[in-house]
């Protein structure tokens, strides 16, 4: 299975967006990943639909939009006519998961569940072979820039015993929080599918340098 690198543009230069984006297109990415916080459910504020539809213009990266917001079935429809490819949502704020997996996979998208670190996969059980992925954070999410929570290794390999025991070898296995050049090749060794990178991405001192050399090494 082919490993795919997401930079999330959490960390960009938002004065130099358009230009940082293609930059990564160019560098080799494979998908942009963009994370959206609403003040509530995570305690910070991000952007939300007008944004990606204008990145939507100038890119043809896969969009990987990761809702941190409260409530997503009554603003997910915005998110689909966005341009959003993928969507990931947290199982805490959903009151009908299932429901809205389904409707995010009825509007071609691929639909994802997103477990913070202290959420447990339990959670999964009944939704797993619904899934287009899983999104594993390894940090607390809400700012960028924060350091790998070691103890999600063994969540990843729990991951994806429970993954190959259910026969759901389809769902990808994303990563997210504190992925640099130091680590990211022993997480593509556990198993990581898609590895999500901000600061160690839009902070290097060479953007396009930095992301031939993480695909190099995943």
Same mark, same amino acid.
């Given at each position: 299975m082919k490993k795919l690198l997401a930079p999330s543009i959490l960390s960009a230069d938002f004065t130099h967006l358009k230009a940082q984006i293609e930059e990564t297109e160019k560098a080799g990415a494979d998908i942009l990943h963009l994370d959206v916080m609403d003040g509530h459910f995570v305690p910070n504020l991000t952007f939300g639909p007008p944004l990606i539809s204008q990145i939507r213009s100038i890119t043809n990266l896969t969009l990987d939009v990761h809702l941190m917001i409260s409530n997503p079935e009554n603003t997910i429809d915005s998110y689909i006519e966005s341009g959003a490819d993928w969507i990931s949502v947290h199982p805490e704020t959903v009151r009908h998961l299932h429901r809205l997996i389904t409707h995010i996979k009825s509007g071609k998208r691929k639909a994802g569940v997103v477990l913070n670190p202290s959420t447990p996969l339990v959670l999964l059980e009944d939704i797993l072979e619904e899934l287009d992925f899983v999104l594993?954070?390894? $940090? %607390?999410?809400?700012? +960028?820039?924060?350091?790998? =929570?070691? +103890? $999600?290794? *063994?969540? =990843?390999?729990?991951? =994806? *015993?429970?993954?190959?025991?259910? %026969?759901? *070898?389809? $769902?990808?296995?994303?990563?997210? +929080? +504190?992925i640099g050049l130091n680590n990211i090749k022993e997480l593509a060794t556990l198993g990581v599918d898609v590895f999500v990178a901000g600061s160690a991405v839009y902070h290097s001192f060479n953007i396009q340098e930095t992301i031939k050399e993480m695909k190099q090494l995943i």
């Open positions: 594993l954070m390894s $940090v %607390n999410p809400g700012y +960028g820039g924060q350091a790998f =929570i070691a +103890g $999600v290794k *063994e969540k =990843i390999t729990r991951f =994806i *015993e429970m993954r190959a025991k259910r %026969n759901c *070898e389809h $769902v990808l296995l994303e990563l997210d +929080g +504190g």
